[in-house]
């Protein structure tokens, strides 16, 4: 029986403890943020946010992640009100298939969760841990460029309100 | 000088880590280093203005064509086997550029443009003047240079070497390239103390040959001991930070990085035999041992460039350090092999409720194997590691970290990094259990600081 | 990337009911499509000859087949293609709505699917929009015509007072009838008139045609919808993984079965002939399941491949039929100047980054195939073989999968589900392919050997151009059960029908190979070998990518053995063509190209520019690109791209902004990095790390496309378009860059290094 917190939520669930989180997030619980890619830790298909850090849920058993913090795409936001970054991919049509897009996100998302003015540099850098096959490099820059706009200009507007 | 030893600076694998530089651990020694230095400067003075070197004067830039290309040719395979571009080239820079930043426990130094830009880099620099700095450690000007840059181990090169990779560095793009100024503390910062240092470590004897030993093996010891320089990192070094020749290749502790030892003090689990060292330089990897990682994953880059009768030499002398290969270590070799289920097999952890047993189950086996999981790669079995049996945790805590992967998307081997996938405990967990279940070796001593010094 | 639609038969005396009955037991909880939500009655089936109907008309003429609108006014569009990423969900839609005079939001659409759709035959050669879009355009507007025609006399006007628009039609005096009034009967049960009798809308009042659209499918994607074949869980699913041979031809020599079986989760493990798979309640448990079934199974091995260091002075060796496609001595002078050139391009992989998945469920005597590959039917006709049912037993239902670019591993993998579903009734069988078996089995696109021998007469105008291509089949497909793996593994299987060249335009390896300039001389062969050493099929582009890379890369040479720039050479020999001097024109243009720039110099900074239109006949396509070269390494950087297409009537312009940049950045990593590696008896390529692909890091800094529309011109297809003049202008631009020509693909760092030498 592992313990986990998904996206705020607590979460029980009835599997071997070796089972990588990606299985649970899948299978289990019936979710469709993370997918499988290589199961290898080599194209970040699978990525989530632990603690606010990216990592491959494909690599990481359900048996670590005891009191600690995971975030998928389910976390960011809902087709009818959608987070910044998810806004962002739609506006900018950052996707082909979609498939990468999921993981590509959420490592997106633990960049800017340290930083809200990545440079180009910067986010070429980070997302080089995930393959994309359809190539949508270019928009996907231009999408997480974006997002990180809308979270500052909202945590102004925020700062503006206090 | 004291442990401005060469640091190669390793670039760590891609993936969730982000690793500081680690420092030389010879601080505590700091004031004793400091009172002997300023003592050997003074005798330097003393026994003769040995300090002082003459300037050579600057001359204009050769033409590129002024070199014939099988010398051009010869040079960049001899800067390859020196690994000069790992030290002389900044992240992201040009080749040969320079301003890498070297950290030392006594301030950084800032490795040199090598370009032949006349007023950046080397580009004013006559062949004698390249001869002498290369040999003696001192600039064209007449400065002495610092032992970072391995002169104890170049002046083994034959003169014709040095004018073949004079020829090719005179024939590279010339960048315009000032590295930043050396930030070396008091009285580290004076040059003149360098040629104390001298006085006492560097050998201006040159390579001899030894008539007993095949033309082979007196290539590799050769490139070796010199152009190599495999010494600066896996020699221990002494409280002056020169190598420590009675130990040699013993292995030694760089960049957080531990330079296993090579010789007969290797722990190996099977042996090296020149054949398996030749694959491991020329490939980075060897499926009785493992993947290059760190800085070395540097030197088997620039050794791609190598022919293979240099390989095959450098590993014919490194395997001799060891002694003959006597049928005990052949037995020893072949009795790990089958421990290990075999050489591409895999490796078998006992059933173990160890709180790494999960963490090794759902983060590990998928690729290195576990009871009926195959391993993704013969070289990833981890009963024949020689970093699993290594008597310091550091190199395997820091692969566990940032991972292994080559940075220039060439094929290779890659392993993703832990650094936020795994807490600490969760980490120290792991690599016990690794530890307990892929060795005979005893538990590692100071985990949790490798861990904590790795992830700084 | 044959198209089948010429040959292709509508399925015949379906039995949906019963199919339907079993498909609507497994949406529970399941909102993917709305494939199963309703299954209205399939189209009427046509046997008569084709009639002179536009696009897949032309397999389909009943205009029901393509439009449906039931009472309430709910409009349904059906097409036989499938979205694969390259954005024709929206643009159908877009065309639809368009004729039709209703908002894009009120068309759902269907895609492939055996129960429902019209045959198509592949979602291939960038062929969706002139089959399908065509086909759906007419039906639309002859869909219209006949709504507003009952409408006139509904409400007793002259139908040239009624205009349709938002979804109704509309009375000069402002009167409204919902279409819902005006389907009464089988109204639309009729058959399509010719294209002269479409009263299609006027390019110039076109609302949604020509608009871009934000793509219907990428919300999903980015917030965890259901949106692909993966995320299909039917009820009571149980999942399967298949133990692939180490390598091709390999035997199964010996298994113990008996301890996986008492696995945890194991429900059951089946081994027939050399095809070894297990099922398990949960995924992870099969994972293990299957990993410790591999370990147990011994293989027997060959060396079946030749040397990959040789392989290209193997390749030409080896048998051939050489087919002349064109032949033509015209009038020029001697040339003045010759060159005799040899390229190479390597096997490449789709590599999906999601390996290929497949559902099925055998029940009560019906099969059921989820699958993401491109073709419904002709996957229908082999699960029907493979599992020896009629295939009237037998429906195939597409759910998009990840990006596949052609025949991956995709049909296999369901036919991997239908096979085991068959021999585990009732029960729904999900295989997910691992990594490794994506990697080690999907069908390659084939390594090619391209020779041109040209001349240039003195005002450096060519003379002669002979061109041969040596190169294996690029498609086997469509081949039944003997094209799957799972056909030809099991005990008395099936054997792959031995491929056929395609004829041109479309060709196979020879796709491309007439180029686009002006010569007098002109002799091309393709030399078809399929020796089949690796396996084998259609890529993106099958051989148009490699055809494309030589010729430009030789165009190229000739401007240099000419001293001419590389853009005014090819404009001089393009006068014939106004589309294509405008295509190359403005890619030059918006690149800021300098004439004479181009010398070769190898300053370590290079651009070059390609142009081809696809297949000859589709969409034309000018790139121009700017790299730059590490000398010391011979890594090259991708600084920037332009492109300039023109796709005829533009649909969704930045759908085919996202198609031609997707391609210019795809072909980038085919061009720098890609090669599958192999032993005599092995593929080595067997995860990532082995066949590294374009990582962010190495893309462009900028990537620039520029559609030229042309409405009311026919459709001509995008999705291939750039990805043949992105290899080349990288050719070109390294040539510049470095002063060296490589010939060989793929440009590699070590490459590159030894070619710019010290």
Same mark, same amino acid.
């Given at each position: 029986?592992?313990?986990?917190?998904?996206?705020?939520?607590?979460?029980?669930?009835?599997?071997?403890?070796?089972?990588?989180?990606?299985?649970?997030?899948?299978?289990?619980?019936?979710?469709?943020?993370?997918?499988?890619?290589?199961?290898?830790?080599?194209?970040?298909?699978?990525?989530?946010?632990?603690?606010?850090?990216?990592?491959?849920?494909?690599?990481?058993?359900?048996?670590?992640?005891?009191?600690?913090?995971?975030?998928?795409?389910?976390?960011?936001?809902?087709?009818?009100?959608?987070?910044?970054?998810?806004?962002?991919?739609?506006?900018?049509?950052?996707?082909?298939?979609?498939?990468?897009?999921?993981?590509?996100?959420?490592?997106?998302?633990?960049?800017?969760?340290?930083?809200?003015?990545?440079?180009?540099?910067?986010?070429?850098?980070?997302?080089?841990?995930?393959?994309?096959?359809?190539?949508?490099?270019?928009?996907?820059?231009?999408?997480?460029?974006?997002?990180?706009?809308?979270?500052?200009?909202?945590?102004?507007?925020?700062?503006?309100?206090? | 000088?004291?442990?401005?030893?060469?640091?190669?600076?390793?670039?760590?694998?891609?993936?969730?880590?982000?690793?500081?530089?680690?420092?030389?651990?010879?601080?505590?020694?700091?004031?004793?280093?400091?009172?002997?230095?300023?003592?050997?400067?003074?005798?330097?003075?003393?026994?003769?203005?040995?300090?002082?070197?003459?300037?050579?004067?600057?001359?204009?830039?050769?033409?590129?064509?002024?070199?014939?290309?099988?010398?051009?040719?010869?040079?960049?395979?001899?800067? %390859?086997?020196?690994?000069?571009?790992?030290?002389?080239?900044?992240?992201?820079?040009?080749?040969?550029?320079?301003?890498?930043?070297?950290?030392?426990?006594?301030?950084?130094?800032?490795?040199?443009?090598?370009?032949?830009?006349?007023?950046?880099?080397?580009?004013?620099?006559?062949?004698?003047?390249?001869?002498?700095?290369?040999?003696?450690?001192?600039?064209?000007?007449?400065?002495?240079?610092?032992?970072?840059?391995?002169?104890?181990?170049?002046?083994?090169?034959?003169?014709?070497?040095?004018?073949?990779?004079?020829?090719?560095?005179?024939?590279?793009?010339?960048?315009?390239?000032?590295?930043?100024?050396?930030?070396? %503390?008091?009285?580290?910062?004076?040059?003149?103390?360098?040629?104390?240092?001298?006085?006492?470590?560097?050998?201006?004897?040159?390579?001899?040959?030894?008539?007993?030993?095949?033309?082979?093996?007196?290539?590799?010891?050769?490139?070796?001991?010199?152009?190599?320089?495999?010494?600066?990192?896996?020699?221990?070094?002494?409280?002056?930070?020169?190598?420590?020749?009675?130990?040699?290749?013993?292995?030694?502790?760089?960049?957080?990085?531990?330079?296993? %030892?090579?010789?007969?003090?290797?722990?190996?689990?099977?042996?090296?035999?020149?054949?398996?060292?030749?694959?491991?330089?020329?490939?980075?990897?060897?499926?009785?041992?493992?993947?290059?990682?760190?800085?070395?994953?540097?030197?088997?880059?620039?050794?791609?460039?190598?022919?293979?009768?240099?390989?095959?030499?450098?590993?014919?002398?490194?395997?001799?350090?060891?002694?003959?290969?006597?049928?005990?270590?052949?037995?020893?070799?072949?009795?790990?092999?089958?421990?290990?289920?075999?050489?591409?097999?895999?490796?078998?952890?006992?059933?173990?409720?160890?709180?790494?047993?999960?963490?090794?189950?759902?983060?590990?086996?998928?690729?290195?194997?576990?009871?009926?999981?195959?391993?993704?790669?013969?070289?990833?079995?981890?009963?024949?590691?020689?970093?699993?049996?290594? %008597?310091?945790?550091?190199?395997?805590?820091?692969?566990?970290?940032?991972?292994?992967?080559?940075?220039?998307?060439?094929?290779?081997?890659?392993?993703?990094?832990?650094?936020?996938?795994?807490?600490?405990?969760?980490?120290?967990?792991?690599?016990?259990?690794?530890?307990?279940?892929?060795?005979?070796?005893?538990?590692?001593?100071?985990?949790?600081?490798?861990?904590?010094?790795?992830?700084? | 990337?044959?198209?089948?639609?010429?040959?292709?038969?509508?399925?015949?005396?379906?039995?949906?009911?019963?199919?339907?009955?079993?498909?609507?037991?497994?949406?529970?909880?399941?909102?993917?499509?709305?494939?199963?939500?309703?299954?209205?009655?399939?189209?009427?089936?046509?046997?008569?000859?084709?009639?002179?109907?536009?696009?897949?008309?032309?397999?389909?003429?009943?205009?029901?087949?393509?439009?449906?609108?039931?009472?309430?006014?709910?409009?349904?569009?059906?097409?036989?293609?499938?979205?694969?990423?390259?954005?024709?969900?929206?643009?159908?839609?877009?065309?639809?709505?368009?004729?039709?005079?209703?908002?894009?939001?009120?068309?759902?659409?269907?895609?492939?699917?055996?129960?429902?759709?019209?045959?198509?035959?592949?979602?291939?050669?960038?062929?969706?929009?002139?089959?399908?879009?065509?086909?759906?355009?007419?039906?639309?507007?002859?869909?219209?015509?006949?709504?507003?025609?009952?409408?006139?006399?509904?409400?007793?006007?002259?139908?040239?007072?009624?205009?349709?628009?938002?979804?109704?039609?509309?009375?000069?005096?402002?009167?409204?009838?919902?279409?819902?009034?005006?389907?009464?009967?089988?109204?639309?049960?009729?058959?399509?008139?010719?294209?002269?009798?479409?009263?299609?809308?006027?390019?110039?009042?076109?609302?949604?045609?020509?608009?871009?659209?934000?793509?219907?499918?990428?919300?999903?994607?980015?917030?965890?919808?259901?949106?692909?074949?993966?995320?299909?869980?039917?009820?009571?699913?149980?999942?399967?993984?298949?133990?692939?041979?180490?390598?091709?031809?390999?035997?199964?020599?010996?298994?113990?079965?008996?301890?996986?079986?008492?696995?945890?989760?194991?429900?059951?493990?089946?081994?027939?002939?050399?095809?070894?798979?297990?099922?398990?309640?949960?995924?992870?448990?099969?994972?293990?399941?299957?990993?410790?079934?591999?370990?147990?199974?011994?293989?027997?091995?060959?060396?079946?491949?030749?040397?990959?260091?040789?392989?290209?002075?193997?390749?030409?060796?080896?048998?051939?039929?050489?087919?002349?496609?064109?032949?033509?001595?015209?009038?020029?002078?001697?040339?003045?100047?010759?060159?005799?050139?040899?390229?190479?391009?390597?096997?490449?992989?789709?590599?999906?980054?999601?390996?290929?998945?497949?559902?099925?469920?055998?029940?009560?005597?019906?099969?059921?195939?989820?699958?993401?590959?491109?073709?419904?039917?002709?996957?229908?006709?082999?699960?029907?073989?493979?599992?020896?049912?009629?295939?009237?037993?037998?429906?195939?239902?597409?759910?998009?999968?990840?990006?596949?670019?052609?025949?991956?591993?995709?049909?296999?993998?369901?036919?991997?589900?239908?096979?085991?579903?068959?021999?585990?009734?009732?029960?729904?069988?999900?295989?997910?392919?691992?990594?490794?078996?994506?990697?080690?089995?999907?069908?390659?696109?084939?390594?090619?050997?391209?020779?041109?021998?040209?001349?240039?007469?003195?005002?450096?105008?060519?003379?002669?151009?002979?061109?041969?291509?040596?190169?294996?089949?690029?498609?086997?497909?469509?081949?039944?059960?003997?094209?799957?793996?799972?056909?030809?593994?099991?005990?008395?299987?099936?054997?792959?029908?031995?491929?056929?060249?395609?004829?041109?335009?479309?060709?196979?390896?020879?796709?491309?190979?007439?180029?686009?300039?002006?010569?007098?001389?002109?002799?091309?062969?393709?030399?078809?070998?399929?020796?089949?050493?690796?396996?084998?099929?259609?890529?993106?582009?099958?051989?148009?990518?490699?055809?494309?890379?030589?010729?430009?890369?030789?165009?190229?040479?000739?401007?240099?053995?000419?001293?001419?720039?590389?853009?005014?050479?090819?404009?001089?020999?393009?006068?014939?063509?106004?589309?294509?001097?405008?295509?190359?024109?403005?890619?030059?243009?918006?690149?800021?190209?300098?004439?004479?720039?181009?010398?070769?110099?190898?300053?370590?900074?290079?651009?070059?520019?390609?142009?081809?239109?696809?297949?000859?006949?589709?969409?034309?396509?000018?790139?121009?690109?700017?790299?730059?070269?590490?000398?010391?390494?011979?890594?090259?950087?991708?600084?920037?791209?332009?492109?300039?297409?023109?796709?005829?009537?533009?649909?969704?312009?930045?759908?085919?902004?996202?198609?031609?940049?997707?391609?210019?950045?795809?072909?980038?990593?085919?061009?720098?990095?890609?090669?599958?590696?192999?032993?005599?008896?092995?593929?080595?390529?067997?995860?990532?790390?082995?066949?590294?692909?374009?990582?962010?890091?190495?893309?462009?800094?900028?990537?620039?496309?520029?559609?030229?529309?042309?409405?009311?011109?026919?459709?001509?297809?995008?999705?291939?378009?750039?990805?043949?003049?992105?290899?080349?202008?990288?050719?070109?631009?390294?040539?510049?860059?470095?002063?060296?020509?490589?010939?060989?693909?793929?440009?590699?760092?070590?490459?590159?290094?030894?070619?710019?030498?010290?």
């Amino acid at each position: 029986m592992a313990k986990l917190s998904i996206n705020g939520r607590a979460v029980e669930v009835d599997v071997e403890a070796d089972t990588p989180l990606l299985y649970v997030l899948r299978d289990d619980l019936k979710m469709n943020g993370a997918k499988f890619g290589c199961g290898l830790g080599q194209c970040g298909a699978c990525t989530v946010l632990v603690d606010d850090k990216a990592v491959f849920s494909c690599m990481v058993p359900v048996s670590v992640l005891e009191g600690r913090k995971v975030t998928t795409l389910e976390g960011l936001g809902t087709i009818d009100k959608p987070g910044p970054l998810q806004r962002a991919f739609i506006e900018e049509q950052a996707a082909q298939c979609g498939y990468c897009t999921a993981g590509i996100l959420m490592r997106a998302e633990g960049l800017l969760r340290e930083n809200r003015r990545p440079t180009d540099a910067q986010i070429r850098e980070r997302l080089s841990a995930n393959l994309c096959r359809c190539g949508t490099h270019n928009r996907v820059i231009k999408a997480v460029k974006r997002a990180a706009e809308y979270l500052r200009t909202a945590a102004t507007t925020d700062s503006n309100r206090t | 000088m004291g442990c401005l030893r060469h640091y190669p600076l390793g670039r760590g694998g891609r993936g969730d880590s982000g690793l500081s530089e680690a420092r030389c651990d010879a601080r505590g020694n700091m004031r004793v280093i400091r009172g002997l230095l300023i003592a050997i400067a003074a005798l330097g003075v003393i026994v003769g203005g040995y300090a002082w070197r003459s300037s050579f004067a600057p001359i204009d830039r050769p033409q590129a064509s002024s070199f014939p290309v099988e010398n051009v040719k010869a040079g960049a395979v001899l800067a %390859a086997i020196g690994n000069c571009a790992t030290c002389h080239t900044r992240d992201g820079g040009a080749a040969y550029a320079g301003g890498r930043p070297i950290v030392t426990p006594f301030g950084t130094i800032h490795a040199t443009n090598i370009t032949p830009d006349p007023s950046t880099g080397i580009g004013g620099w006559s062949e004698p003047a390249f001869i002498r700095a290369v040999r003696e450690g001192v600039s064209r000007d007449g400065r002495h240079l610092y032992p970072a840059f391995p002169y104890d181990h170049m002046a083994k090169m034959a003169e014709s070497d040095i004018k073949n990779v004079y020829a090719f560095l005179m024939t590279r793009r010339a960048q315009v390239s000032a590295s930043p100024a050396n930030e070396l %503390a008091f009285p580290f910062n004076i040059r003149s103390l360098v040629a104390g240092w001298k006085l006492f470590f560097l050998d201006r004897g040159g390579f001899t040959q030894d008539a007993s030993k095949t033309a082979e093996w007196n290539r590799g010891a050769y490139l070796v001991e010199g152009l190599a320089h495999c010494g600066s990192c896996h020699t221990p070094r002494n409280v002056l930070g020169a190598e420590d020749k009675s130990r040699a290749y013993a292995g030694a502790d760089v960049q957080g990085w531990t330079a296993p %030892a090579l010789g007969a003090t290797s722990v190996a689990a099977v042996p090296w035999t020149g054949e398996r060292l030749a694959e491991y330089l020329g490939k980075g990897r060897s499926p009785q041992h493992g993947v290059a990682a760190g800085p070395m994953a540097d030197v088997i880059g620039n050794l791609a460039q190598v022919p293979d009768s240099d390989i095959k030499a450098m590993a014919t002398y490194v395997a001799s350090l060891a002694g003959a290969a006597t049928k005990e270590r052949q037995e020893r070799g072949a009795r790990a092999i089958a421990r290990a289920g075999g050489e591409g097999a895999v490796t078998r952890p006992a059933a173990a409720a160890a709180p790494g047993a999960s963490v090794y189950a759902g983060a590990c086996a998928g690729c290195h194997g576990e009871a009926g999981r195959q391993p993704l790669d013969p070289a990833l079995n981890l009963a024949l590691s020689t970093t699993v049996r290594a %008597a310091s945790p550091n190199n395997l805590v820091r692969v566990v970290l940032g991972g292994i992967g080559r940075t220039d998307n060439q094929p290779g081997p890659h392993m993703p990094g832990f650094a936020n996938a795994l807490t600490d405990k969760q980490i120290g967990d792991l690599l016990e259990y690794v530890r307990a279940n892929f060795t005979d070796r005893p538990v590692f001593a100071g985990l949790d600081v490798a861990i904590r010094k790795a992830r700084q | 990337m044959t198209n089948k639609i010429k040959s292709a038969k509508l399925p015949s005396g379906l039995s949906r009911r019963a199919l339907i009955a079993n498909g609507g037991a497994l949406v529970v909880g399941f909102s993917l499509s709305d494939a199963l939500a309703q299954a209205p009655e399939a189209p009427p089936v046509a046997a008569a000859p084709p009639p002179p109907l536009p696009g897949s008309l032309r397999v389909a003429p009943m205009i029901d087949a393509w439009i449906r609108i039931d009472a309430a006014g709910k409009i349904t569009v059906l097409t036989g293609k499938v979205e694969i990423g390259q954005g024709v969900k929206t643009a159908l839609r877009q065309v639809a709505a368009e004729h039709l005079g209703v908002p894009l939001g009120s068309v759902t659409l269907v895609t492939a699917d055996t129960a429902r759709t019209v045959n198509e035959g592949y979602t291939a050669g960038s062929q969706t929009l002139q089959d399908s879009g065509t086909a759906i355009m007419h039906a639309a507007a002859q869909a219209r015509e006949i709504l507003i025609k009952i409408a006139a006399d509904k409400l007793g006007v002259d139908a040239a007072t009624l205009k349709a628009e938002d979804g109704f039609v509309v009375a000069a005096d402002g009167k409204r009838l919902g279409l819902g009034e005006l389907v009464a009967g089988d109204v639309l049960k009729v058959k399509a008139e010719p294209a002269t009798a479409s009263k299609l809308r006027d390019p110039k009042s076109y609302k949604v045609i020509g608009k871009s659209v934000q793509r219907v499918d990428i919300p999903d994607k980015v917030t965890g919808g259901a949106a692909f074949i993966q995320d299909f869980r039917p009820e009571g699913m149980l999942h399967a993984r298949v133990v692939r041979p180490p390598s091709y031809g390999a035997k199964l020599a010996s298994v113990d079965t008996a301890r996986i079986e008492t696995l945890p989760g194991v429900r059951g493990v089946i081994r027939d002939g050399n095809f070894l798979a297990v099922i398990a309640v949960r995924e992870f448990q099969a994972v293990k399941a299957m990993e410790q079934l591999a370990a147990a199974a011994k293989w027997s091995e060959q060396p079946t491949m030749p040397e990959q260091a040789s392989f290209a002075a193997w390749l030409p060796a080896q048998d051939k039929r050489a087919i002349p496609i064109r032949d033509v001595k015209g009038d020029a002078p001697a040339p003045a100047k010759t060159l005799d050139l040899e390229y190479f391009r390597p096997y490449h992989m789709h590599g999906s980054i999601g390996p290929s998945c497949g559902v099925a469920q055998f029940k009560d005597g019906d099969m059921t195939v989820w699958a993401c590959s491109q073709g419904m039917f002709p996957l229908q006709d082999a699960v029907a073989q493979l599992i020896r049912l009629p295939k009237d037993k037998v429906r195939c239902i597409h759910l998009e999968g990840s990006g596949c670019y052609g025949h991956n591993g995709a049909d296999d993998a369901a036919a991997d589900a239908a096979y085991i579903a068959f021999k585990m009734p009732g029960v729904p069988i999900r295989v997910q392919w691992m990594r490794a078996d994506e990697h080690l089995w999907e069908p390659y696109g084939a390594g090619m050997v391209m020779r041109v021998k040209a001349g240039i007469d003195a005002k450096g105008m060519l003379t002669g151009w002979d061109y041969e291509v040596f190169t294996d089949t690029h498609s086997t497909r469509p081949g039944g059960a003997g094209s799957t793996l799972v056909g030809q593994s099991i005990e008395n299987g099936f054997k792959l029908p031995a491929p056929q060249p395609a004829p041109q335009p479309n060709g196979s390896g020879d796709r491309n190979i007439i180029p686009p300039y002006k010569v007098a001389n002109l002799r091309l062969i393709h030399n078809f070998q399929p020796h089949m050493k690796l396996r084998v099929s259609a890529l993106r582009g099958l051989g148009a990518y490699s055809n494309v890379f030589a010729i430009e890369s030789a165009m190229d040479e000739l401007a240099a053995v000419a001293g001419e720039d590389p853009v005014a050479f090819r404009l001089k020999h393009l006068v014939h063509d106004a589309r294509a001097t405008d295509c190359v024109k403005l890619a030059a243009e918006k690149f800021g190209w300098k004439a004479g720039a181009v010398t070769g110099r190898g300053n370590g900074r290079g651009q070059g520019v390609a142009y081809s239109r696809y297949k000859g006949l589709a969409g034309y396509c000018a790139v121009a690109v700017e790299v730059e070269v590490d000398q010391e390494t011979g890594r090259v950087r991708l600084v920037r791209a332009v492109a300039a297409a023109d796709s005829g009537t533009v649909v969704n312009p930045d759908g085919i902004k996202n198609q031609i940049e997707g391609g210019i950045i795809q072909s980038a990593s085919w061009t720098i990095h890609e090669q599958v590696s192999f032993d005599r008896t092995r593929v080595l390529s067997r995860d990532w790390s082995r066949y590294p692909i374009l990582r962010f890091s190495e893309t462009f800094e900028s990537v620039e496309v520029h559609v030229i529309d042309r409405p009311g011109t026919p459709f001509l297809g995008t999705g291939e378009a750039s990805q043949g003049p992105t290899g080349a202008a990288i050719a070109n631009a390294l040539f510049h860059a470095t002063g060296q020509r490589i010939r060989a693909l793929p440009f590699t760092a070590p490459r590159v290094k030894a070619a710019i030498g010290v």
